[in-house]
C-alpha cells in the first residue's frame, strides 16, 4: 500500500516539538505522503480495507473484522542480535565480558557495535549516523504516519505519552490496538510543547520502486535489520523489520527497553511481568505479578480459568509488561502500559486457555498462522478435529496448502493473535486504574525441563532478587534461536534490560533497604518439569496451575491459622505434601518438588560462570553472598 488516500497532513494540532521532529522526519524519509493518525475508527477501517485490497492483509470469512498477515519469512519474531542500547558510555548498558567483545563477524552491521548475551552497546552518535544513512529516502513511494499513543491509564502519573513514526500500515492498525491511540493523548502532557514526549521512527526499509525481490505482500530488509535505543534522548529508532516486537514501538522498546532506563532514574520499575488478581473462596483478593521468559507462559497465567481447585476466580490486569511504583504508604502497586494483547496463538485451545481463544473471534489480527478453507484460523494445539477433507485445505503460514505429511508446523511456532484488552472476558474491575493495583507476590519462572521445583518461595527479597537474577529457561520461538537450549534470563528481561544489568540489581536491592515499603514475597515456579523416560510434562499446568497460586495465596496470608505450612530447604520454602496444607486439590508426583544438591550445585556454577564472565565488577555484592550462601547450604 503506497499512498494513504485520506491523509490528514495537517502538522497543526501537534506539540511543538513533535511538529520539529516530524518536520524533520518527513525530510529525512521522503514520503510520498504523510497522515496524522487519529485512532478513529473510520481511519482504521480504511487502513484494513486498503491493507485488504493491497494483499497485505486477508479478512477472515467466520469472524467480524478479523485478518490474516503473513510476513516474509526472514521476519517473524524478534531480532536480539541487532537490537541495540546506544549511549555515551559504554558501561551504562554493558559490562565488558571477562574473555572480552567477540569480533563483529556480519557486514551489515557496525564495527564497533559490542554485543553481549545481556544486550549490546553501541556509541550513541555513531549510531545516530548509521541510522541516518538508513533512513535517508527510505520511505520513498510510500505514506509516513505519525502515531500519538501513550502508554499506561488516561490520568495516569505513572503513564508516559509517545509518537511513532512509521511507514507500515500494519504497525499503525496493531498500536491502535495495543496502545491507547490518537491525538487526545497530547491533553496529558505535563509539558504542553511536547519535549517530553518519547520519539520513536520506524521503517521497514523497503522504498518504491524497489529492486530487491522483497516478498510482495510483507516488505522488510532484514539485511539492514537494526533495533536501535537511545535512553539518553528518549528516542527509538527501528528499521528493516515489521514484525510485532521490532516495529510496534511501544511494546518491548519502549514500555521494557526506555521503561527499565526511565524507571532507574525515577525510581520505579519497568518489568516483563504479567498483573492478575486472585479472589479465593473467601472472597479475599490479592494481586501478582509474574515474570516468564517469553513463550513461556505470562499470557496463559494471565488468564487462567482455575480446574482442580473449587472458589477461585482469576482476573486479569496485563498479560506481558507491568510498571511497577512504591506508593507514600510504601505498597508496590502496578499498572499495565499496554492496551491489547500480542499473544502466541500456537498452543492456544478450549482447553488450555479458553479466555483467550474467545477474545479473538472479533476484531482481531492474526499475523503468521494458519487459515482453513472455510475462513477460519488454525494453529499448532488448536485442538481441532482435522478431517482427511478439512486438512488438505488448509492454507499454512506461508501461503501453501499444508497436511500433516509436510513435517513442518501450519502456523509459524510465533505466531500470534493481536487483540485489545477490552475483549477479555476475565478483565479486573481495577485494570485501567490511574493508581495501579497492590502487589503481594512477584513470581518468577522459566521453562526447565530438568532440576527445577514446581514452585519455591524465597527467604527474604534480597535473596528474592538472587532468584530472579539467577533464572535460566528454555529457548522458544520468539526470538532467533535455533534448537532448545537452556539460557540464562535473569528476571526474564535479558532481551529487555535499558540499562547494565549489574545497576539493574542494585536498582532492585535498593528497595530491600529502604524504610517504610512493604515489600512483596518473591517465589519461583516451574510449570514445565518433564519426565526424562516418556519426556511428557510432569505437572497438568494451564488451569490446574491455582492449585500452585493457591499455595502462594495462603503462604501470605497474616491468620496462623490459615497460613500454609512450608519446608525449608537449601533453595527456599516448598510446599510441604507431608502436611494437607502443600499443593491441594489432586495428586501431585513427588518428582515435582525434589531438590537435588548435585543439580544445584552445578546450577550454581553456571550462574557464577555466567556472572564472572557477563557482569564482573558490576555485580552488586550481596547477590555474590546469595550465591555463596546457597553453596554452603547444598554442600552441607
Ligand atoms: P510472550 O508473549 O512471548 O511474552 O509469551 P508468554 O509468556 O505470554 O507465553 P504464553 O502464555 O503465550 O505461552 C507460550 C506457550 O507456552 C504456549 O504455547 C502455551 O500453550 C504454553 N504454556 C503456557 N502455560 C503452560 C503450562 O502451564 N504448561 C504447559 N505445558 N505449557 C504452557
Ligand atoms: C515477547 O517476545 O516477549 C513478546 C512478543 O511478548 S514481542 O512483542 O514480539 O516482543
Ligand atoms: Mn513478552
Redesign the pocket.
Known amino acids: 500500500m503506497e499512498v494513504y488516500a485520506h491523509a490528514n497532513n495537517s502538522l497543526d494540532g501537534l506539540p511543538s516539538k513533535i511538529r520539529e521532529y516530524v518536520q524533520e522526519k518527513i525530510t529525512l524519509c521522503q514520503p510520498s505522503s504523510f497522515h496524522v493518525c487519529d485512532g478513529s475508527e473510520q481511519e482504521n477501517q480504511e487502513l484494513l480495507d486498503a491493507m485488504e485490497q493491497a494483499g497485505v492483509i486477508r479478512r477472515l470469512k467466520k469472524y467480524k473484522n478479523c485478518y490474516i498477515a503473513t510476513t516474509d519469512p526472514r521476519d517473524v519474531a524478534r531480532v536480539e542480535s541487532r537490537t541495540i542500547i546506544c549511549t555515551k558510555n559504554m558501561n551504562d548498558v554493558v559490562s565488558t565480558p571477562r574473555s572480552g567483545f567477540p569480533p563483529v563477524t556480519d557486514p551489515n552491521l557496525p564495527k564497533n557495535l559490542k554485543q553481549t548475551p545481556l544486550g549490546n552497546w553501541m556509541d550513541s552518535d555513531e549510531m545516530m549516523e548509521v541510522m541516518e544513512k538508513r533512513f535517508a529516502g527510505c520511505m520513498r513511494g510510500r505514506t509516513l504516519f505519525v502515531i500519538p499513543y501513550m502508554m499506561g491509564p488516561y490520568s495516569s502519573p505513572y503513564s508516559k505519552v509517545a509518537i511513532e513514526i512509521t511507514d507500515s500500515p500494519y504497525v499503525v492498525v496493531s498500536m491502535r490496538i495495543m496502545t491507547r491511540m490518537g491525538t487526545q493523548v497530547f491533553k496529558e502532557l505535563k509539558v504542553p510543547d511536547g519535549s517530553t514526549v518519547v520519539k520513536c521512527l520506524h521503517s521497514v526499509g523497503v522504498p518504491l520502486p524497489s529492486d530487491k525481490p522483497v516478498c510482495s505482500t510483507w516488505p522488510s530488509n532484514p539485511e539492514q535489520t537494526l533495533i536501535t535505543h537511545f535512553p539518553e534522548r528518549n528516542e527509538i529508532i527501528s528499521f528493516g523489520s515489521g514484525y510485532g516486537g521490532n516495529s510496534l514501538c511501544g511494546k518491548k522498546c519502549l514500555a521494557l527497553r526506555i521503561g527499565s532506563s526511565l524507571a532507574k532514574r525515577e525510581g520505579w520499575l519497568a518489568e516483563?511481568m504479567?498483573i492478575m488478581s486472585i479472589t479465593n473462596p473467601e472472597g479475599v483478593k490479592k494481586y501478582f505479578v509474574a515474570a516468564?521468559?517469553?513463550?513461556?507462559?505470562?499470557?496463559?497465567?494471565a488468564m487462567l480459568r482455575p480446574k482442580g481447585l473449587p472458589g477461585y476466580k482469576v482476573e486479569c490486569v496485563g498479560?506481558?509488561i507491568a510498571w511497577m511504583h512504591f506508593d507514600e504508604e510504601g505498597r508496590l502497586r502496578a499498572i499495565n502500559p499496554e492496551f491489547g494483547f500480542?499473544?502466541?496463538a500456537?498452543?492456544?485451545s478450549k482447553s488450555?486457555?479458553p479466555i483467550a481463544l474467545d477474545m479473538v473471534h472479533e476484531n482481531t489480527i492474526f499475523t503468521n498462522v494458519a487459515e482453513t478453507s472455510d475462513g477460519d484460523v488454525y494453529w499448532e494445539?488448536i485442538d481441532q478435529e482435522i478431517d482427511g477433507l478439512h486438512e488438505t485445505l488448509i492454507r499454512s503460514w506461508k501461503n501453501k496448502r499444508w497436511s500433516v505429511d509436510l513435517g513442518e508446523p501450519a502456523a509459524h511456532p510465533n505466531s500470534r493473535f493481536c487483540t485489545s484488552i477490552k475483549q477479555c472476558s476475565i478483565l479486573d474491575p481495577e485494570w485501567n486504574n490511574p493508581q495501579g493495583v497492590p502487589i503481594e507476590a512477584i513470581i518468577f519462572g522459566g521453562r526447565r525441563p530438568v532440576g527445577v521445583p514446581l514452585v519455591f518461595e524465597s527467604f527474604n527479597w534480597q535473596h528474592g532478587v538472587f532468584v530472579g537474577a539467577s533464572m535460566r529457561s528454555e529457548s522458544t520461538a520468539?526470538a532467533e534461536f535455533k534448537g532448545k537450549q537452556i539460557m540464562h534470563d535473569p528476571f526474564a528481561m535479558r532481551p529487555f534490560f535499558g540499562y547494565n544489568f549489574g545497576q539493574y540489581l542494585s536498582h532492585w536491592l535498593s528497595f530491600g533497604k529502604k524504610e517504610g515499603l512493604q515489600l512483596p514475597k518473591i517465589y519461583h515456579v516451574n510449570?514445565?518439569l518433564k519426565d526424562s523416560q516418556t519426556n511428557q510434562?510432569l505437572?497438568p499446568?494451564?488451569g490446574e496451575?491455582i492449585r500452585v497460586i493457591d499455595w502462594i495465596f495462603r503462604r501470605l496470608t497474616n491468620d496462623s491459622s490459615k497460613k500454609a505450612s512450608a519446608r525449608k530447604t537449601a533453595i527456599g520454602l516448598i510446599p510441604d505434601q507431608s502436611t494437607s496444607d502443600g499443593i491441594r486439590g489432586g495428586e501431585v508426583n513427588p518428582a515435582l518438588l525434589e531438590i537435588s544438591n548435585d543439580f544445584w550445585l552445578s546450577e550454581c556454577k553456571a550462574i557464577r560462570n555466567y556472572f564472572e564472565e557477563n557482569v564482573n565488577e558490576n555485580l552488586p555484592k550481596e547477590i555474590t553472598l546469595e550465591l555463596d550462601a546457597l553453596q554452603k547450604r547444598l554442600s552441607q
Open positions: 516483563h504479567l516468564f521468559p517469553s513463550a513461556c507462559g505470562k499470557t496463559n497465567l498479560d506481558d500480542f499473544g502466541v500456537p498452543g492456544t488450555t486457555n494445539g520468539a510449570w514445565f510434562f505437572w499446568g494451564f496451575n
